[in-house]
């Protein structure tokens, strides 16, 4: 029936083709000359295609007796469509003309037909179809970004070239966003701020970005939220949650607002884990934006935003298989007790403007606050058991032999609260811009946090025996040491000064000749916490050979320095680093662009070179999405790498691309060091354990650079659209991730411990759309569908090829300190119904 199907639809498109009609015409620029390079044009739903001439003509065959959608488009600018109902045999002529130079692709709008400045313009459009497992579209979209990724779907948070998750910029309408200080897993962290209902245009650079950005060392992305027009709103739902948005004008035009709710739950997506229990997952997020224009120049607007996200848990069981063909083990898991976290975070901002043909003058105020609460009891009774692995064996499969058990009891009550205030103004009058920003920050913070490992009936780290034999030196012989343990109650409050100032240069003598763009500035940081004054120059140079040509290049460089927020100033057990320093780095960015047409179809290279010294580093160690510092700055590195990204119609009408990264980053903690042991005949006896005391039959070692932990060194994404050849309307979206694995090590602590490997990541999401309604869908008078916009009905499945990716390990000992690593699995194969609508 499938393939009778398939030969039915192949015939009747072959039957419609073989009446046929004619387009034919001149397509102009704004001047009315023949615009050139040349154009693509297109039917939609169809392969057939054809280009302008160097006169600007073309003519294309078309299908009769039926309503044809044509597509005229070029990279560089907003496309236009023509649609045609013609006869057999009739040929009509067309007279186009292309004039809104402002669009050059889906990811990157500029005035020109072509300027690469180092930033990503995104059109939210596109993020539309993509599958998503955390509900999260945006960043979904970022994670493929070159220079971008991320091995944990269930996650927004993603690392930029050798970066961590604290080192990124994110502004929504020119406020910073802050990122939540407790959370440990993705399965927690709910909804990321940015919402993308409400979204007109996402910023993204990876490096090398101006003075106008704040001061974090990795990237930026910089999110303005739409300007409404009219009347307007969407609903959205699926198996992971929901959301509505509505948008209008009232006041003749003069009054705008914007609102979205959202509503997540990913309990479906955690049934799929390992760890088998009752989870009761619930994110909510509200969002506002007022503005009203007080005259022609001047502007008031308000955003705010309340998220309240509670993750409780039962867990009853766990069961995970591992190992190899020569040993494979089980690690059974039996639970007692439960987790119980919330997080709750405000947000509000008040913002004035004023706006002339050469002067802007932005004031902000925001305040936000995060109340975060952790709090589990959560006892573990194991069992590490042999498989019998010989397939010749009736019991192959099942448990051969016991090698441990034992059992594990974690405890945790931990609350913080923080807030963040700040005043801001930014500038601009011709080609200068200025700005300040003032902010005050306090966070209070209560930990309490131990865990006690028991394995065979002895307690770990095990002191020493002395029963029958008292020892008067230990005043407490019979002490129970815990595995861990962090008790600390602190409050930190700082204030933070930062300040810019940045110029733009070009020069552009004729059309034929090299156009030169620079963008130079100076910004400034001061922090009374640590009394730290610093100074980030920095610069870029746009080159493009000639203002014809479809190439151009750019270098960047500058100082980026990120003063610590808390986490970075905490120790392990809690306590806090009042010497600690800001982080610095140096970036230098070599890029090319190029704009080119293959098959008659647009397409846009771009290729990005990098070098970053670091120094002042704090090292750290990370777990799923948690990093926890080292609290010193006694470490210097360096993050190098390339990346590549091709994106155009690789099917006609449908944008897909393709990236590759490959990046190396490390570092050299300054003082870290450890001992090999000999015995007699020179053999390494007792590798890697610290000690203080130096022996004859032992080598002092410093491991030197070691791989940070962001340490990716290659990855591959793909995101490709496809759609039934004469059915626009039928999509299917493609996201293949393959990625090196991390960096990571057993839980001592001792960082150059940390090399192994985590085994690739490697991922395959599908999603199949149909679109119900949509702008040419003719509906009946009376039918309640007309006021829709359009409506979309989607099947998506994650992890298609049921991959089991490894996100972390959990770490068991015996009482001789022997670890055994168990993998922590992400989420396996996964199907999602979504349902969007617009009106």
Same mark, same amino acid.
């Given at each position: 029936?499938?393939?009778?199907?398939?030969?039915?639809?192949?015939?009747?498109?072959?039957?419609?083709?073989?009446?046929?009609?004619?387009?034919?015409?001149?397509?102009?620029?704004?001047?009315?000359?023949?615009?050139?390079?040349?154009?693509?044009?297109?039917?939609?739903?169809?392969?057939?295609?054809?280009? $302008?001439?160097?006169?600007?003509?073309?003519?294309?065959?078309?299908?009769?007796?039926?309503?044809?959608?044509?597509?005229?488009?070029?990279?560089?600018?907003?496309?236009?469509?023509?649609?045609?109902?013609?006869?057999?045999?009739?040929?009509?002529?067309?007279?186009?003309?292309?004039?809104?130079?402002?669009?050059?692709?889906?990811?990157?709008? $500029?005035?020109?037909? =072509?300027? +690469?400045?180092?930033?990503?313009?995104?059109? #939210?459009?596109?993020?539309?179809?993509?599958?998503?497992?955390?509900? @999260?579209?945006?960043?979904?979209?970022?994670?493929?970004?070159?220079?971008?990724?991320?091995?944990?779907?269930?996650?927004?948070?993603?690392?930029?070239?050798?970066?961590?998750? *604290?080192?990124?910029?994110?502004?929504?309408?020119?406020?910073?966003?802050?990122?939540?200080?407790?959370?440990?897993?993705?399965?927690?962290?709910?909804?990321?701020?940015?919402?993308? @209902?409400?979204?007109?245009?996402?910023?993204?650079?990876?490096?090398?970005?101006?003075?106008?950005?704040?001061?974090?060392?990795?990237?930026?992305?910089?999110?303005?939220?739409?300007? #409404?027009? /009219?009347?307007?709103?969407?609903?959205?739902?699926?198996?992971?949650?929901?959301?509505?948005?509505?948008?209008?004008?009232?006041?003749?035009?003069?009054?705008?607002?914007?609102?979205? %709710?959202?509503?997540?739950?990913?309990?479906?997506?955690?049934?799929?884990?390992?760890?088998?229990?009752?989870?009761?997952?619930?994110?909510?997020?509200?969002?506002?934006?007022?503005?009203?224009?007080?005259?022609?120049?001047?502007?008031?607007?308000?955003?705010?935003?309340?998220?309240?996200?509670?993750?409780?848990?039962? #867990?009853?069981?766990?069961?995970?298989?591992?190992?190899?063909?020569?040993?494979?083990?089980?690690?059974?898991?039996?639970?007692?007790?439960?987790?119980?976290?919330?997080?709750?975070?405000?947000?509000?901002?008040?913002?004035?403007?004023?706006?002339?043909?050469?002067?802007?003058? *932005?004031?902000?105020?925001?305040? +936000?606050? $995060?109340?975060?609460?952790?709090?589990?009891?959560?006892?573990?009774?194991?069992?590490?058991?042999?498989?019998?692995?010989?397939?010749?064996?009736?019991?192959?499969?099942?448990?051969?032999?016991?090698?441990?058990?034992? &059992?594990?009891?974690?405890?945790?009550?931990?609350?913080?609260?923080?807030?963040?205030?700040?005043?801001?103004?930014?500038?601009?009058?011709?080609?200068?811009?200025?700005?300040?920003?003032?902010? =005050?920050?306090?966070?209070?913070?209560?930990?309490?946090?131990?865990?006690?490992?028991?394995?065979?009936?002895?307690?770990?780290?095990?002191?020493?025996?002395?029963?029958?034999?008292?020892?008067?030196?230990?005043?407490?012989?019979?002490?129970?040491?815990?595995?861990?343990?962090?008790?600390?109650?602190?409050? %930190?409050?700082?204030?933070?000064?930062?300040?810019?100032?940045?110029?733009?240069?070009?020069?552009?003598?004729?059309?034929?000749? $090299?156009?030169?763009?620079?963008?130079?500035?100076?910004?400034?940081?001061?922090?009374?916490?640590?009394?730290?004054?610093?100074?980030?120059?920095?610069?870029?140079?746009?080159?493009?050979?000639?203002?014809?040509?479809?190439?151009?290049?750019?270098?960047? /460089?500058?100082?980026?320095?990120?003063?610590?927020?808390?986490?970075?100033?905490?120790?392990?057990?809690?306590?806090?680093?009042?010497?600690?320093?800001?982080?610095?780095?140096? =970036?230098?960015?070599?890029?090319?662009?190029?704009?080119?047409?293959?098959?008659?179809?647009?397409?846009?290279?771009?290729?990005?070179?990098?070098?970053?010294?670091?120094?002042?580093?704090?090292?750290?160690?990370?777990? @799923?999405?948690?990093?926890?510092?080292?609290?010193?700055?006694?470490?210097?590195?360096?993050?190098?790498?390339?990346?590549?990204?091709? =994106?155009?119609?690789?099917?006609?009408? /449908?944008?897909?691309? %393709?990236?590759?990264?490959?990046?190396?980053?490390?570092?050299?903690?300054?003082?870290?060091?450890?001992?090999?042991?000999?015995?007699?005949?020179?053999?390494?006896?007792?590798?890697?354990?610290?000690?203080?005391?130096?022996?004859?039959?032992?080598?002092?070692?410093?491991?030197?650079?070691?791989?940070?932990?962001?340490?990716?060194?290659?990855?591959?994404?793909?995101?490709?659209?496809?759609?039934?050849?004469?059915?626009?309307?039928?999509?299917?979206?493609?996201?293949? %991730?393959?990625?090196?694995?991390?960096?990571?090590?057993?839980?001592?602590?001792?960082? +150059?411990?940390?090399?192994?490997?985590?085994?690739?990541?490697?991922?395959?999401?599908?999603?199949?759309?149909?679109?119900?309604?949509?702008?040419?869908?003719?509906?009946?008078?009376?039918?309640?569908?007309?006021?829709?916009?359009? /409506?979309?009905?989607?099947?998506?499945?994650?992890?298609?090829?049921?991959? @089991?990716?490894?996100?972390?390990?959990?770490?068991?000992?015996?009482?001789?300190?022997?670890?055994?690593?168990?993998?922590?699995?992400? &989420?396996?194969?996964?199907?999602?119904?979504?349902?969007?609508?617009?009106?």
């Amino acid at each position: 029936m499938k393939y009778l199907i398939l030969i039915i639809l192949q015939f009747g498109m072959l039957f419609t083709f073989a009446q046929k009609a004619e387009v034919f015409g001149t397509v102009l620029d704004a001047k009315g000359n023949a615009f050139d390079p040349a154009v693509n044009i297109a039917m939609q739903g169809y392969s057939q295609g054809t280009t $302008t001439n160097s006169k600007g003509e073309f003519s294309l065959k078309v299908p009769a007796n039926i309503e044809i959608i044509i597509q005229f488009s070029h990279v560089s600018i907003l496309p236009k469509y023509q649609t045609v109902f013609l006869k057999e045999g009739e040929r009509l002529r067309l007279m186009i003309v292309l004039d809104e130079a402002l669009k050059i692709d889906t990811f990157e709008v $500029t005035a020109k037909r =072509h300027e +690469y400045d180092g930033l990503i313009h995104v059109n #939210p459009i596109q993020f539309e179809g993509i599958p998503s497992p955390s509900g @999260d579209a945006i960043s979904t979209f970022i994670k493929r970004m070159p220079g971008v990724y991320s091995n944990n779907e269930m996650s927004s948070q993603y690392s930029v070239r050798g970066g961590n998750f *604290d080192e990124n910029l994110v502004y929504v309408n020119g406020i910073e966003i802050q990122r939540p200080m407790l959370i440990k897993t993705g399965q927690q962290e709910g909804l990321s701020f940015a919402n993308a @209902d409400l979204v007109s245009d996402i910023k993204f650079s990876a490096g090398g970005f101006s003075a106008f950005y704040g001061d974090k060392m990795a990237s930026v992305m910089d999110v303005k939220y739409k300007k #409404p027009e /009219a009347f307007a709103g969407s609903v959205s739902g699926s198996l992971l949650g929901g959301s509505v948005h509505l948008e209008g004008v009232a006041a003749k035009h003069r009054l705008r607002y914007l609102m979205g %709710v959202r509503y997540k739950s990913n309990q479906y997506v955690l049934q799929s884990l390992d760890t088998d229990g009752d989870y009761k997952p619930s994110f909510t997020d509200v969002q506002l934006l007022v503005a009203y224009d007080i005259t022609d120049e001047w502007e008031l607007s308000f955003l705010g935003n309340y998220s309240l996200n509670n993750y409780n848990i039962t #867990p009853h069981t766990r069961e995970t298989e591992f190992g190899s063909i020569f040993e494979v083990l089980r690690f059974t898991v039996y639970f007692d007790g439960h987790e119980i976290d919330r997080f709750e975070n405000y947000m509000g901002a008040l913002n004035l403007k004023y706006k002339t043909n050469h002067t802007n003058l *932005d004031f902000t105020a925001s305040a +936000y606050r $995060t109340i975060e609460t952790e709090t589990y009891d959560i006892i573990g009774q194991y069992w590490l058991d042999v498989l019998e692995n010989d397939l010749g064996k009736d019991d192959f499969g099942e448990v051969a032999f016991n090698k441990g058990v034992g &059992t594990y009891m974690r405890h945790a009550r931990n609350y913080l609260d923080g807030v963040v205030a700040s005043v801001q103004h930014r500038g601009s009058h011709k080609k200068l811009q200025w700005g300040f920003n003032i902010r =005050h920050d306090m966070i209070q913070d209560q930990l309490s946090e131990w865990k006690l490992i028991d394995s065979s009936g002895f307690s770990i780290p095990h002191p020493k025996d002395n029963i029958g034999n008292f020892n008067p030196n230990y005043s407490r012989p019979n002490e129970l040491h815990l595995n861990e343990l962090v008790k600390a109650n602190q409050t %930190v409050t700082s204030n933070r000064y930062t300040a810019y100032v940045m110029r733009d240069w070009s020069w552009v003598k004729s059309d034929t000749s $090299t156009s030169l763009k620079l963008n130079a500035g100076l910004r400034s940081n001061y922090w009374d916490f640590s009394r730290e004054f610093l100074l980030s120059p920095r610069v870029s140079l746009f080159i493009k050979p000639n203002l014809q040509s479809n190439i151009s290049y750019r270098i960047a /460089a500058g100082i980026y320095s990120q003063p610590p927020f808390y986490r970075e100033m905490r120790y392990h057990n809690g306590q806090i680093n009042y010497d600690i320093k800001a982080q610095k780095s140096s =970036h230098i960015v070599l890029g090319t662009d190029l704009v080119f047409d293959a098959w008659n179809r647009p397409f846009k290279f771009t290729a990005e070179a990098y070098y970053k010294y670091m120094w002042d580093l704090i090292p750290y160690e990370m777990e @799923d999405v948690r990093l926890r510092y080292f609290a010193e700055n006694n470490a210097h590195g360096y993050a190098a790498g390339i990346d590549f990204k091709l =994106h155009g119609e690789i099917v006609r009408n /449908a944008e897909s691309w %393709v990236g590759i990264s490959l990046m190396q980053t490390q570092e050299d903690i300054e003082d870290d060091y450890y001992y090999d042991y000999y015995n007699a005949a020179g053999e390494i006896i007792q590798p890697g354990i610290t000690v203080d005391d130096q022996r004859v039959d032992s080598n002092k070692v410093e491991p030197g650079y070691i791989p940070r932990p962001t340490d990716q060194r290659f990855t591959f994404n793909l995101f490709f659209q496809d759609y039934i050849p004469g059915y626009p309307t039928f999509k299917v979206h493609l996201n293949l %991730v393959y990625a090196t694995g991390l960096p990571f090590g057993p839980p001592t602590h001792l960082r +150059y411990q940390q090399t192994r490997r985590y085994p690739p990541y490697r991922r395959v999401d599908i999603g199949f759309s149909k679109q119900l309604i949509g702008e040419d869908t003719k509906l009946k008078s009376k039918n309640p569908m007309r006021h829709l916009k359009s /409506a979309w009905i989607s099947i998506e499945v994650f992890n298609l090829l049921q991959i @089991d990716n490894t996100l972390s390990y959990m770490w068991v000992s015996d009482v001789n300190g022997t670890y055994y690593s168990i993998p922590n699995y992400l &989420t396996s194969r996964q199907v999602n119904v979504r349902l969007i609508v617009k009106f």
